[in-house]
C-alpha cells in the first residue's frame, strides 16, 4: 500500500478538564429591553457583509455532474499516462533481475505512483481530492480488476464511486434517456445529464426541431423525412414562415415583406409603394423581403437610383449634360469668375475656388507680391488663370 497525503480534518475539541467554566450573570428585564437596539446595531453590518459575500447554491443538476466531470477527466488522465509510460522500464542496471524480483513494469506499482502523480494539477482541488479518498480503489483496479474490468471509467466512475452514467443514460438510478440509450432524442437533441447522475432526462432539441424526442419540426422548418426512429427537418424558403415544402409555392403562410400571389409567396417590392419608403435626399433600394435607403450622389437634389443619372434635379455647381448632372467648370464661363487682379480659378466639383497667383500672396483682401518675388523682366507668354483641383 502506498503513503498517502490526508487532508486535515478538524481541530479536536479540548477536553472538559481544560476549558473555562463561563458564569453568567442575569440581567434585569429592563436592562434587556434597552441593550437589544444596540445588540441589533452591532449585529447587522457582519450579517450583510456575510449575505454579501456568501457564494449562492448552485443547482442540483450542476452540482450532481461536477463529480462526474472530474471523475472522467481523472480516466482521461490515466490513460494518457498509460501511453507516456508504455515504453518504459525501471531504467537500472539489471533489469532481468529487475523484473524477476520486483515484477514487470508493465504491473508494478512503481508505473502506478508515476501515472497517478501525473492525474492532476496542482491547484485542481477537486481533481487531487478524489484521487487522494479514492486511491485505494485505483490500486485495488489496477492489481486485481483491470483484466476482469478493463473499461476504467465503468468500473471506476459508474459502478464504484457512483457519480457517472454510462453513456445514453442519466439520474440517480441511470435511466435510459428519452428514445433510448442507442439513439437519445432520436439524433436531433441533447439528453439533460446524459452519463452524469443528475438531469432530468429531457431532450434539448437542435435547431429546427422540437416535440418530446425532437421528432417535430418548428415553424419555419418542413419534415422531408421520417420514419418511426428518425426524422428530418429542412429550413423553407425564405419566402415561407410556414411551409410543407422547399418552394415559395410551399409556404402555408407568407414571413414578412412577402406577399400571396397566384399560388407562391412574392416579395413585396416596397420602393414600388406611392408613399415615398426614404427620406429627402435617399433612393430606396428593394431586396427579397426587405428595402435599404441609400444615399443620392453628390450632384442630385433628391433621386431615384444610383449615379448622376438618376437625379431629380441637379444640385448648385452641377448641370444637366447628356442625360447625368454634370459639374459645371466655373472657371472656363465666358464671365470670369475671379476678376480680381493677380487671382487665379481653381475648379473643384460642384463650385470653385478663387487664390492669389504663383508670386503673390493674400493681403487685407488683395494679391500683392511677396517679398521674394524678383523685378519684373521682359513680359512673356500669359499663363493661363484656370487651373482644377
Given at each position: 500500500?502506498?503513503p ?9 475539541s479540548?477536553?472538559a ?40 447554491p ?5 452540482t450532481s ?23 518504459k522500464?525501471?531504467g ?7 523484473e524477476?524480483?520486483l515484477?514487470?513494469y ?14 492532476c494539477?496542482?491547484?485542481a ?14 490500486e485495488?483496479?489496477?492489481f ?6 478493463p473499461d476504467l ?6 459502478d ?8 445514453g443514460t442519466y439520474?440517480?438510478d441511470?435511466?435510459e ?9 432520436r439524433g ?13 432526462g ?21 419534415s422531408?423525412?421520417?420514419n ?5 427537418c429542412?429550413?423553407c424558403?425564405?419566402?415561407c414562415?410556414?411551409?410543407t ?22 416579395d ?8 415615398p419608403?426614404?427620406?429627402e435626399?435617399f433612393?430606396?433600394?428593394n431586396?427579397?423581403?426587405?428595402f ?13 437610383g444610383?449615379g ?6 441637379c ?17 472656363a464661363?465666358p ?18 475656388v478663387?487664390?492669389?497667383?504663383q508670386g503673390f500672396q ?9 517679398p521674394?518675388t ?11 488663370s484656370?487651373?482644377?483641383?
Amino acid at each position: 500500500m502506498m503513503p498517502r497525503l490526508r487532508s486535515p480534518g478538524h481541530p479536536p475539541s479540548l477536553p472538559a478538564r481544560f476549558r473555562c467554566p463561563v458564569r453568567t450573570m442575569p440581567v434585569p428585564s429592563s436592562q434587556r429591553q434597552s441593550l437589544w437596539p444596540r445588540l441589533q446595531l452591532l449585529l447587522l453590518p457582519p450579517l450583510l457583509f456575510l449575505l454579501a459575500v456568501a457564494p449562492l447554491p448552485s443547482s442540483s443538476s450542476s452540482t450532481s455532474h461536477k463529480p462526474c466531470t472530474v471523475c472522467r477527466n481523472i480516466v482521461d488522465q490515466f490513460h494518457k499516462g498509460l501511453a507516456n509510460t508504455e515504453k518504459k522500464n525501471f531504467g537500472g542496471g539489471n533489469t532481468a533481475w529487475e523484473e524477476k524480483t520486483l515484477s514487470k513494469y508493465e504491473s508494478s506499482e512503481i508505473r502506478l505512483v508515476e501515472i497517478i502523480e501525473s492525474l492532476c494539477e496542482s491547484d485542481a482541488f477537486e481533481c487531487n481530492n478524489m484521487v487522494e479518498n479514492q486511491e485505494e480503489h485505483l490500486e485495488n483496479w489496477w492489481f486485481k480488476q483491470k483484466k476482469r474490468h478493463p473499461d476504467l471509467f465503468r468500473w471506476f466512475c459508474v459502478d464504484t464511486l457512483r457519480v457517472c452514467c454510462l453513456s445514453g443514460t442519466y439520474g440517480p438510478d441511470c435511466l435510459e434517456c428519452p428514445g433510448g440509450a442507442e439513439q437519445p432524442c432520436r439524433g436531433n437533441g441533447y439528453c439533460n445529464g446524459d452519463g452524469s447522475r443528475g438531469g432530468d432526462g429531457k431532450c434539448a432539441c437542435h435547431l429546427g426541431y422540437t416535440g418530446a424526442l425532437c421528432m417535430d419540426c418548428v415553424d419555419g422548418y418542413f419534415s422531408s423525412w421520417r420514419n418511426d426512429t428518425h426524422s428530418v427537418c429542412t429550413v423553407c424558403h425564405q419566402a415561407c414562415k410556414t411551409c410543407t415544402g422547399p418552394s415559395p409555392k410551399d409556404c402555408g403562410e407568407c414571413e414578412l415583406g412577402w406577399a400571396q400571389q397566384e399560388d407562391a409567396c412574392v416579395d413585396v417590392d416596397e420602393c414600388a409603394a406611392e408613399a415615398p419608403a426614404c427620406e429627402e435626399g435617399f433612393y430606396c433600394l428593394n431586396n427579397n423581403g426587405s428595402f435599404s435607403c441609400q444615399a443620392c450622389d453628390a450632384s442630385c437634389a433628391g433621386c431615384v437610383g444610383e449615379g448622376p443619372e438618376h437625379c431629380k434635379s441637379c444640385t448648385a455647381g452641377y448641370a444637366q449634360e447628356a442625360g447625368a448632372c454634370r459639374d459645371i467648370d466655373e472657371c472656363a464661363q465666358p464671365e470670369e469668375a475671379c476678376p480680381q487682379e493677380h487671382q487665379k480659378c481653381f475648379n473643384t466639383p460642384g463650385s470653385f475656388v478663387c487664390a492669389c497667383a504663383q508670386g503673390f500672396q493674400e493681403t487685407d483682401g488683395a494679391c500683392v507680391p511677396t517679398p521674394e518675388t524678383q523685378e519684373p523682366q521682359e513680359a512673356g507668354p500669359a499663363s493661363s488663370s484656370h487651373e482644377d483641383l
